[in-house]
């Protein structure tokens, strides 16, 4: 079936770039999402693109897709602690009615 | 403003009850979605719906029942055949198989503990 991946741990330093990285299994998605999650809340869309995109920005967040390796990423720039919290991939695939998502990456920011 | 609304935000419940979470929108979005939550295995799909009336199973249907008579609500019963109902559970939303995106809106979330 279809399958999202991530890591479930990344720990930067405040300032510094953090990247989550994403690996998915199909192969005629139309929209992959980055969601984020707030301790005890929903999730709230950060950021979605396009399959026929190779990448887009929105201010300190920079998302990369290779379509040949089925690899999304997500680098936010200047991490700070206000960017603590589970951040999830996700994917929209062929069928529009169900999105899968990954297990979720927390990040957690050191001073 | 806008918005779903998930209730209770806490609930306990004594092993062999069935409990219902409600999930109520206003944003007039077509299709709705119960997703449980575990720590280290993310979202998983539960039921879904696209119209009124109609729903589907998703990944791990066994022991829950929804229903969804109304437009702007999609309950969830938690049934007393659910082996390990402990969990956070995430109603969402979004509008229909037309919309730009697809961007799903989340509620904040019912815990439900069983004791």
């Known amino acids: 079936g279809e399958d999202v991946e991530q890591s479930l741990f990344l720990s930067v330093r405040e300032g510094d770039s953090s990247v989550i990285n994403c690996t998915y299994t199909?192969?005629?998605?139309?929209?992959l999402y980055w969601y984020k999650q707030e301790p005890g809340a929903g999730l709230q869309l950060l950021t979605y693109i396009f399959s026929n995109m190779d990448m887009k920005q929105d201010q300190r967040l920079t998302v990369l897709l290779n379509k040949k390796d089925k690899h999304l990423s997500l680098r936010i720039a200047d991490t700070q602690t206000g960017d603590s919290a589970i951040y999830f991939c996700a994917d929209s695939y062929s069928s529009a009615s169900k999105i899968i998502f990954g297990s979720g990456t927390r990040l957690s920011i050191r001073p | 403003d806008g918005g779903i609304t998930q209730s209770p935000k806490y609930l306990f419940r004594k092993e062999g009850q069935n409990v219902t979470l409600s999930c109520e929108q206003n944003?007039?979005?077509?299709?709705m979605y119960w997703y449980r939550q575990d720590p280290g295995q993310g979202l998983r799909l539960i039921y879904y719906s696209q119209i009124v009336n109609d729903f589907q199973k998703g990944d791990i249907a066994e022991g829950y029942s929804v229903s969804r008579e109304k437009k702007e609500s999609f309950p969830l019963t938690v049934t007393s055949a659910q082996k390990n109902p402990t969990a956070f559970y995430l109603c969402?939303?979004?509008?229909?198989?037309?919309?730009?995106?697809?961007?799903?809106?989340f509620g904040e979330g019912s815990r439900l503990t069983v004791l």
């Open positions: 944003l007039n979005h077509d299709a």
């Open positions: 199909d192969s005629s998605s139309t929209y």
């Open positions: 969402a939303s979004r509008p229909g198989e037309l919309s730009n995106t697809g961007e799903l809106f």
